[in-house]
Each structure stands twice: as C-alpha cells, then as structure tokens.
Nanobody
Framework: VQLQASGGGLVQTGGSLRLSCAASGSILRINNMSWYRQAPGKQRELVATIASGGSTNYADSVKGRFIISRDNAKNTMYLQMNSLKPEDTAVYYC??????????????????WGRGTLVTVSS
C-alpha cells in the first residue's frame, strides 16, 4: 500500500490550501484516515481524523478553519485548510488504517504514513 500526499505550498496568512492523500494497493477497506503535522522543533501532532462512516475529530487549534473529508470510492482523503496562520506552518502527514487480505480468508489491519507535504504560511 502506498500513500501519495499532495497540495502543500506557500500561502499568505488568511489564505487557503487543500491537501489530498490517495491510498493505492491491495486494500479491502480503510478505517480511520488522519492528518498529522510536525512543525520545526516540535513533536508530530494530530490535526484531524475521519472515520469510515464520516465522523470527524479536530485538534482545537484548527476547529472551525480546517475541514477533513474522504472519498471512499477513490481511497482518498482531503484537508481543506482555511484562514491559515503562520503557526499552521508544518510538514503535514497523512495516516491511514487499512484492512487487507491476509492468509486464506483472514484479514489484518495495517497502519501507513505518507511522506509528508510542506505547508508554509507567511505573515
């Protein structure tokens, strides 16, 4: 399974960006899909999660500004980021929990990370 993240870039304060993360490979289904971010000198933090049924959770710092969504038919997740602030500057990583065929009729759950996409918000 591979994750391809895209959509990062440079934007001014108050601007918007949309990140995408597409999963490909032998996937039966995807459970949770999440975006994390890591700013320079800081630990990676959870930004938002969307479950297979569509329920969402957000970090307090992005509530009301970011919207996470997914297209299950395309195994793709999105993060619409609005009203961006300099403190949103970070490398954004996608994370997915997949269910895959294992031996015989059994299945297993796997966890994958994308390579990260840089978001820079200038003041």
């Amino acid at each position: 399974v591979q994750l391809q993240a895209s959509g990062g870039g440079l934007v001014q304060t108050g601007g918007s960006l949309r990140l995408s993360c597409a999963a490909s490979g032998s996937i039966l289904r995807i459970n949770n899909m999440s975006w994390y971010r890591q700013a320079p000198g800081k630990q990676r933090e959870l930004v938002a999660t969307i479950a297979s049924g569509g329920s969402t959770n957000y970090a307090d710092s992005v509530k009301g500004r970011f919207i996470i969504s997914r297209d299950n038919a395309k195994n793709t997740m999105y993060l619409q980021m609005n009203s961006l602030k300099p403190e949103d500057t970070a490398v954004y990583y996608c994370n997915v929990q997949t269910v895959e065929q294992y031996f015989g009729s059994s299945t297993r759950t796997q966890n994958y990370w994308g390579r990260g996409t840089l978001v820079t918000v200038s003041s």
